[in-house]
């Protein structure tokens, strides 16, 4: 049942003559003192006889949605109420409507039934509705369902106290007619007066429920194009509300297209096609969502032309020197349009360029939603013959055909999303820019970890090489440096890839992208930041959530100092045997200016001395006594005994440095 709702008087009173409908909405309204399920209360909302009656009669375990405005139980979900021997649902009903008219006291003299209904599923229930002097009560309704011998369900929507109508009617049908017309700017002529329908509507007046008697004026238009309604007062003329009662027909539909998920070299999937544009030509203008659906309104029944391309809000493919491809056909109302870019319709780097750079718009947007550099419709540029390169140009991303070096680049989403990603970086930075090396590694990590995969360019390469660049990689900065920003560019993409393995894909990414807006122009100062973007109290001397793991990724690529071990070789223990307990001293230097928690752990020959101890190391120089014991399975002669310190990272031991002396066992 679609119940639609009126506001209390007062609401209703400052409408005046405004046009209070959109066309094209529903009936949808405000709640009505009988409907306002927003008024929903708990069980000691309701009045105490009530209360008594429900326990006694209903049981144990039932649930009660209460109408703070007439104080009655609006729905009542029995768990333990059955029918008595050969009763029915109608018979239970009308012997409780007189109960209950002696509890509130309800009007329930004029009651009409409704509608009795079985369903397929063994549920059946009775409808009735109130009346008020012979006139239908809007939205007022009592109900009872039940499922074999089982009561499961009470409406009581009702306007209580046995009303009387108050004032009395003094506006005609007629009046009604021109009241509604000249609220909507209608034409008065064009309104049957016989189709004008009397209602008693439930407001609330000082408080109290109360019934007017109000005209409900209907505007139909040409083959029910225009069907809307407006409720008159029928003792001031005031309207009260006016709504539309069509329930529109739309074509309903998704954009879909054989795309490349990673590489143009394996077989294509079809995937859904984000934000696409579709058009019902004279109609309406509708765009998919993320799972590339659409709903498109169109006037009625009947069949339209529809035309879409390969362009929605975030993107816009183009073919170099080429027609943009464009679909075009019939939609009926009504009916499921589903709309395939297969390989027939569109080119594969179309299709992909598409695909990708929308998905990447929508993969940036969920992490940061305020981000708007990128929201307009970019230009996708494709298929640009003999050019063996992608760029991005400042507002649009372009992809090169292939030519000696690489195949169709638009048919790689490592490429898409890396170009893609300059526009973002280019955005976030505005006039400042980071160095060529950054921008190339920052595009080179979000293509890498959207793809969850460290090689970029798998599969494009023409002299048959695996892929084109790694991330995953132990370059170090300033050492590995060439002067070419995307080799630069691996030392920082290394990095974030390090910090993704220590922290997973989630943090790091939300990591990575925040501190861009600290706009480091190096490597090295973009380290800091990251720990800066990490930190959650202002204070980096007390270190940061993930700061530990963090310091051990950049400072295993040289960007930021690294624990050291500097203690000479200590003087050897005296010989020891099997289960003795041993000792000695490293020193350890901590070059940042906040404390560092520390793995230190041992190697003996060929298997572990039991010792693996976390310290803390502040800033500065400090003395830790590393203790354990001989292995009882260690064999009698000399063993070398490394130690070895580094950040402490669960995931990964990374030794930052190693000491070393000769144990000699007996």
């Known amino acids: 049942m679609n119940l639609r709702f009126l506001p209390a008087i007062a609401i209703l009173a400052a409408i005046g003559s405004a046009h209070a409908f959109a066309p094209g909405r529903s009936d949808e309204r405000r709640p009505n003192a009988l409907n306002d399920f927003s008024a929903a209360e708990p069980l000691a909302s309701g009045s105490a006889v009530w209360r008594t009656w429900i326990d006694s009669e209903i049981g144990s375990g039932h649930r009660v949605v209460w109408n703070r405005h007439t104080g009655l139980a609006s729905r009542i979900y029995p768990q333990s109420t059955e029918l008595g021997r050969d009763q029915r649902v109608e018979d239970w009903l009308s012997e409780h409507l007189d109960t209950w008219a002696e509890l509130a006291p309800l009007a329930v003299d004029d009651l009409r039934l409704v509608s009795h209904e079985h369903d397929a599923r063994g549920l059946e229930i009775v409808h009735l509705r109130q009346f008020v002097r012979g006139v239908p009560v809007e939205d007022s309704h009592v109900g009872v369902a039940a499922r074999g011998r089982k009561i499961v369900w009470i409406a009581l929507d009702l306007i209580p106290n046995a009303p009387e109508l108050t004032p009395a009617q003094r506006i005609t049908s007629a009046q009604a007619v021109r009241i509604a017309a000249h609220h909507l700017g209608a034409d008065a002529n064009e309104i049957d007066t016989a189709s004008v329908e009397r209602l008693v509507v439930p407001v609330l007046d000082a408080g109290a429920v109360t019934p007017r008697l109000a005209l409900r004026v209907p505007i139909v238009g040409p083959r029910k194009m225009r069907n809307l309604r407006v409720l008159v007062d029928a003792a001031d003329g005031r309207v009260l509300d006016a709504w539309d009662a069509n329930r529109y027909i739309d074509v309903p539909g998704r954009i879909t297209g054989l795309v490349y998920p990673e590489y143009g070299i394996d077989p294509g999937v079809s995937a859904p096609l984000p934000h696409a544009k579709m058009e019902i030509v004279g109609q309406s203008v509708a765009y998919t969502d993320a799972d590339g659906f659409f709903t498109a309104p169109v006037d009625g029944p009947g069949s339209y032309t529809y035309k879409t391309k390969l362009r929605g809000l975030w993107a816009k493919a183009d073919e170099f020197l080429a027609i943009d491809p464009k679909r075009s056909g019939d939609a009926t109302a009504g009916d499921s349009l589903l709309v395939d870019w297969d390989g027939s319709k569109a080119e594969k780097d179309q299709r992909n360029g598409y695909y990708h750079a929308t998905q990447q718009h929508d993969f940036i947007k969920a992490i940061d939603p305020d981000f708007t ?13 003999f050019m063996d390169n992608a760029f991005w140009d400042g507002f649009g991303i372009n992809f090169g055909a292939g030519r000696n070096l690489f195949r169709n680049l638009a048919e790689y989403s490592d490429v898409v999303l890396h170009e893609y990603t300059h526009g973002t970086t280019d955005r976030i930075y505005g006039f400042l820019q980071p160095s060529s090396a950054m921008h190339e590694g920052f595009s080179d990590y979000w293509a890498c970890t959207v793809n969850d995969d460290p090689q970029v360019g798998e599969g494009m390469m023409l002299n048959g090489d695996p892929y084109l660049r790694t991330i995953e990689n132990d370059k170090v900065y300033p050492d590995d440096l060439v002067g070419e920003g995307h080799i630069d560019g691996e030392i920082i993409a290394g990095a974030m890839w390090d910090t993704r393995l220590a922290l997973g894909a989630t943090s790091a990414d939300d990591i990575f992208h925040f501190a861009r807006y600290l706009k480091a122009k190096k490597m090295d100062v973009y380290a800091i930041d990251v720990l800066i973007t990490d930190d959650d109290d202002g204070n980096l001397l007390n270190g940061t959530p993930h700061g530990s793991r963090i310091h051990q990724a950049f400072s295993h690529h040289g960007l930021l100092d690294a624990i050291d071990l500097v203690l000479a070789v200590p003087e050897p223990p005296a010989p020891l045997s099997p289960g003795d307990a041993v000792s000695w001293e490293v020193e350890l230097s901590n070059g940042d200016a906040w404390d560092h928690a520390v793995d230190i752990w041992v190697e003996a020959g060929p298997f572990l001395v039991e010792v693996d101890q976390d310290v803390v190391v502040p800033p500065g120089s400090s003395t830790v006594t ?29 030794p930052s440095a190693t000491t070393a002396f000769v144990l000699s066992i007996e």
């Open 373 to 385: 550099g990128t929201d307009y419709q970019m230009n996708v540029r494709v298929g640009i013959g």
């Open 626 to 654: 590393v203790s354990g014991t001989v292995p009882a399975n260690a064999p009698v002669g000399s063993i070398s005994v490394s130690t070895w310190a580094g950040i402490s990272a669960p995931e990964r031991h990374v």
